[in-house]
């Protein structure tokens, strides 16, 4: 069976999509023959729209495109000759990094909350997906179907029918408590005077979306847009055909024939048995062969844990206690003449005034969370194991420029309950949804171990550790602990930045992250609303300086 709702359209938009689409029915399709920015604008609308990217190409972007020229032109004019260059060099002399001159745009469309985690692995690649906070689930597939992925392999057994029916009911129950929500945070968060009724209705809408989506089970599906070079590519292809869930194996064959319209030189290796395959068979064994000898080492190591409290848990590892020391000598060591290990000498044999007007002169004025400073911050790292509710993972889980391990999503560490769901009134059904989305893993996990997770619902915790050093910090605490973020990975940026201070004792590296939140707010999203409703007004202004803002 094919799982996928296919859209329609007509024969028009058929003939305009054909120039820049690879297909016009698969969820997995490039983009061609478009200019970059337009690519990239594409994919940033993307992230806020409910629309497939293909929908939303002809709704919002096809108007400003001139497609008056040759309607024959297409990806492949002018590429034999490069092909046949790239062929030479990358696939017969094994020069991978002519694999990183090309490039290309693919909407990934779809695809569940589990495998967004296996598509979003890589390092090296851009990726934007679909927010749970800007689009509500009570919207369906084009099939009519609710937003959730349907594995053939179960839909086929005996557990189908369950399977379909528990997943309707958790989708049922976010559909009916969306609006009672909203208009529980319309009565307790009056529109203050100034705010237009539009920035009041998508602050408040986003804060029901933010408290519901524990709600959504891991199945529910969600679009991709990647970019990525030739070898990143085929990194992540490798790594899907040997993972063990059906839905990435597939989707991986999907990636490979639509990439292969693009970059076909570059993508020649990944299904030859002697190259390709054995570099998935590798990948395969050494996920597999240190699952088996733990379980014999330790029997218990993969039974159930227990629940370890409710909310964000963060818990600071391992640090280096001359982490700040080993920061000050890289800052000198550019600006001098001698060894990092004299320079560490000489660092430690400053005043405190010295070393906090070193650390001063590195850092600068830094006005803005952008302006970060350089890479001597590098030099010391922080190992937290952090236990939070999937739906912050996954937004944490983006972070790629740090190590970050997880461990199978379950739901024996427990699940959180938003406060204001409780304060709603809404408690019980909540609750029973979680019931649901237990029961539901418990019994797909004997017959189908590697798709239970689907069952999961946001809200249930999971354990990961996250390794990353002051400079990955800095970025990451001082951008997720924003007013603006979601409460649940707020907390987690909070408490990180005051470990990196109490416990580590790095205090003049945590003083350093000058843009940390450590306040709370009612409407994570109104200033930005707000900020966002200005910048529309101003660019509305500028392009008609003679209307007035209020006509």
Known sequence: MFPYGEETFTAEEAAILRRYVTNLDQPVFALVNLPEVVKGALFARYSRSPKSLRRLFLDEFVGDLDISGDASVDATVGLKRAEELYERVFFEYGDDSVAQLGGVHLACEQASNVLTKVLERGRLMAYLEQSTRYIGYDSRLPNGLYRYFRPPEILDSPLGARYVGDMDRMFDTYAELLPQLVAWLTARHPRQGGDSDFVHRQAIKAKALDALRGLLPASSVSNVGIYGTGQSYELLLLRMRAHPLPEARHYSEMMLTELRKVIPSFLQRVDLPDRGGEWSSYLAQTRDGPARIVERLWPDATAPSKPEGAG????????????EDNVLAAICFP??????????????????????????????????????????????????????????????????????????????LGFDLPEIVEEAGLTERFVESMARSRDLHATLAEAFPAQAPYAVSLAFHIRYVMQMNAREALHLIELRSGPQGHPAY????????????????????????????????????????RRAESRRSSRGQQKDPGKSATS
């Not at 001597?376 to 972070?399: C, I, N, P």
């Not at 907390?491 to 940390?516: E, L, N, S």
């Open 312 to 323: 964000a848990g963060v818990l600071l590892l391992d640090f280096d206690p001359e982490g």
């Open 335 to 412: 600006h001098s003449t001698f060894s990092e290990t004299e320079a560490l000498r000489r660092v430690r044999q400053l005043t405190a005034d010295d070393r906090v007007a070193l650390l001063a002169a590195y850092i600068g004025d830094r006005k803005n969370r952008r302006h970060r400073p350089g890479r001597a911050f590098e030099r010391t790292d922080y190992r937290f194991e952090v236990v939070t509710d999937y739906g912050a993972f996954r937004d944490l889980q983006r972070h790629r420029l740090l190590t970050i391990e997880w461990q199978p999503l379950t739901t024996a």
């Open 490 to 529: 707020r907390r987690v940026a909070q408490q990180m930045h005051r470990a990196i201070a109490d416990v580590a004792g790095h205090r003049a590296i945590a003083a350093a992250m000058v843009h940390v939140d450590h306040g709370s707010t009612d409407l994570e999203r109104l200033d930005a609303e």
